[in-house]
């Protein structure tokens, strides 16, 4: 029986075995990780400041 995930496991095998492009390096690691907080920081800021204009403290 094959599932759901055991087709996208396959599809994903497939596509990485066929890839022929170097691995990511350190420096793209890094600057991927720090742009992904700093994107997790500007939404929470952003829903922050929506919350606190929905639901104002006196």
Request: aromatic share 4%; proline share 5%.
């Amino acid at each position: 029986m094959i599932t759901t995930s055991h087709g996208v496991t396959t599809l994903l095998a497939e596509v990485t075995t066929e890839s022929h492009e170097a691995p990511m390096v350190w420096w793209q690691v890094g600057l991927l990780t720090i742009g992904a907080i700093v994107l997790l920081g500007a939404v929470l800021t952003l829903m922050t400041l929506v919350d606190r204009k929905r639901h104002p403290h006196p």
